[in-house]
Protein backbone atom coordinates (compact mmCIF):
# COMPACT_ATOMS: atom_id res chain seq x y z
CA UNK A 1 0.00 0.00 0.00
CA UNK A 2 1.74 3.20 -1.61
CA UNK A 3 1.83 6.22 1.04
CA UNK A 4 2.87 10.31 0.29
CA UNK A 5 3.28 12.65 2.77
CA UNK A 6 4.10 16.23 1.83
CA UNK A 7 6.25 17.90 4.08
CA UNK A 8 7.70 21.78 3.92
CA UNK A 9 4.85 24.37 3.26
CA UNK A 10 4.25 27.32 5.15
CA UNK A 11 3.61 30.93 4.43
CA UNK A 12 6.80 33.24 2.55
CA UNK A 13 6.62 36.51 1.44
CA UNK A 14 7.02 37.33 -2.47
CA UNK A 15 10.69 36.65 -3.69
CA UNK A 16 11.22 34.01 -1.63
CA UNK A 17 11.93 30.10 -1.20
CA UNK A 18 10.54 27.41 0.29
CA UNK A 19 11.56 23.33 -0.01
CA UNK A 20 8.90 20.68 -0.49
CA UNK A 21 9.34 17.13 0.58
CA UNK A 22 7.62 14.09 -0.16
CA UNK A 23 8.34 10.77 1.74
CA UNK A 24 6.84 7.48 -0.01
CA UNK A 25 5.95 4.20 2.11
CA UNK A 26 4.79 0.69 1.64
CA UNK A 27 7.13 0.55 -1.88
CA UNK A 28 10.61 -1.16 -0.33
CA UNK A 29 13.05 1.51 -1.75
CA UNK A 30 10.74 3.31 -4.01
CA UNK A 31 12.10 2.58 -7.43
CA UNK A 32 8.97 1.23 -8.38
CA UNK A 33 7.62 4.63 -8.41
CA UNK A 34 9.10 5.86 -11.86
CA UNK A 35 7.87 8.90 -12.05
CA UNK A 36 6.84 10.96 -9.17
CA UNK A 37 5.53 14.72 -9.66
CA UNK A 38 4.46 17.73 -8.22
CA UNK A 39 0.86 19.05 -8.62
CA UNK A 40 -0.79 22.53 -6.59
CA UNK A 41 -4.40 23.63 -6.82
CA UNK A 42 -5.33 26.55 -6.05
CA UNK A 43 -8.79 27.59 -4.47
CA UNK A 44 -11.52 27.18 -7.16
CA UNK A 45 -8.87 25.99 -10.15
CA UNK A 46 -7.59 23.15 -11.36
CA UNK A 47 -5.31 20.99 -10.12
CA UNK A 48 -2.08 21.69 -12.24
CA UNK A 49 1.10 19.61 -12.38
CA UNK A 50 4.20 21.64 -11.62
CA UNK A 51 7.21 19.46 -12.39
CA UNK A 52 8.10 15.87 -12.59
CA UNK A 53 10.80 13.62 -12.40
CA UNK A 54 11.77 9.81 -13.72
CA UNK A 55 13.31 8.32 -10.47
CA UNK A 56 15.80 6.22 -13.01
CA UNK A 57 17.51 8.71 -15.17
CA UNK A 58 16.46 11.95 -13.36
CA UNK A 59 15.34 13.66 -16.05
CA UNK A 60 12.83 16.38 -15.07
CA UNK A 61 10.00 18.11 -16.54
CA UNK A 62 8.70 21.31 -15.89
CA UNK A 63 5.35 23.27 -16.09
CA UNK A 64 6.54 26.41 -18.34
CA UNK A 65 4.91 28.98 -14.88
CA UNK A 66 8.06 27.50 -12.88
CA UNK A 67 10.75 26.75 -14.92
CA UNK A 68 13.50 28.71 -13.54
CA UNK A 69 12.06 29.31 -10.43
CA UNK A 70 11.55 25.64 -9.19
CA UNK A 71 13.64 22.69 -8.89
CA UNK A 72 12.83 19.17 -8.45
CA UNK A 73 15.20 16.55 -7.17
CA UNK A 74 15.01 13.07 -5.59
CA UNK A 75 16.97 11.91 -2.67
CA UNK A 76 19.38 9.42 -2.32
CA UNK A 77 17.21 7.35 -1.18
CA UNK A 78 14.37 7.12 -4.17
CA UNK A 79 11.69 7.72 -1.53
CA UNK A 80 12.20 10.80 -1.10
CA UNK A 81 11.60 13.94 -3.57
CA UNK A 82 12.15 17.38 -2.97
CA UNK A 83 10.45 20.79 -4.58
CA UNK A 84 13.26 23.86 -4.25
CA UNK A 85 11.29 26.92 -4.78
CA UNK A 86 12.73 30.26 -5.49
CA UNK A 87 11.38 33.63 -6.44
CA UNK A 88 7.98 32.89 -5.36
CA UNK A 89 5.07 35.04 -6.47
CA UNK A 90 1.42 35.11 -5.33
CA UNK A 91 0.10 33.69 -7.95
CA UNK A 92 2.21 30.27 -7.01
CA UNK A 93 -0.14 29.98 -3.59
CA UNK A 94 -2.09 26.71 -3.66
CA UNK A 95 -2.01 23.09 -2.02
CA UNK A 96 0.83 21.33 -3.09
CA UNK A 97 0.51 17.56 -3.39
CA UNK A 98 2.96 14.57 -4.06
CA UNK A 99 1.70 12.59 -6.71
CA UNK A 100 3.49 9.00 -8.16
CA UNK A 101 2.97 6.16 -11.05
CA UNK A 102 5.08 3.25 -11.40
CA UNK A 103 5.19 4.28 -15.20
CA UNK A 104 8.22 6.33 -16.29
CA UNK A 105 7.12 10.23 -17.29
CA UNK A 106 6.69 11.82 -20.63
CA UNK A 107 6.37 15.26 -19.30
CA UNK A 108 4.40 17.00 -16.12
CA UNK A 109 1.59 15.10 -17.11
CA UNK A 110 -2.31 15.54 -15.88
CA UNK A 111 -3.98 14.77 -12.82
CA UNK A 112 -5.57 11.53 -13.94
CA UNK A 113 -1.96 10.25 -14.60
CA UNK A 114 -1.23 9.58 -10.91
CA UNK A 115 -2.70 6.92 -8.96
CA UNK A 116 -1.18 7.59 -5.85
CA UNK A 117 -1.03 10.75 -3.90
CA UNK A 118 -0.40 12.80 -0.91
CA UNK A 119 -2.79 14.53 1.66
CA UNK A 120 -1.34 18.10 -0.01
CA UNK A 121 0.54 21.04 2.29
CA UNK A 122 -0.49 24.57 1.82
CA UNK A 123 2.26 27.24 0.16
CA UNK A 124 1.05 30.71 1.05
CA UNK A 125 2.91 33.43 -1.24
CA UNK A 126 2.00 36.93 -0.17
Known amino acids: HVQLVESGGGSVQAGGSLSLSCAAS??????????RAWFRQAPGQEREGVAA????????YYADSVKGRFTISQGNAKNKVYLQMNSLKPEDTGMYYCAADVRICGGVGRRFDYPYWGQGTQVTVS
Open 26 to 35: GTGDGSELKC
Open 53 to 60: INSSGGRT
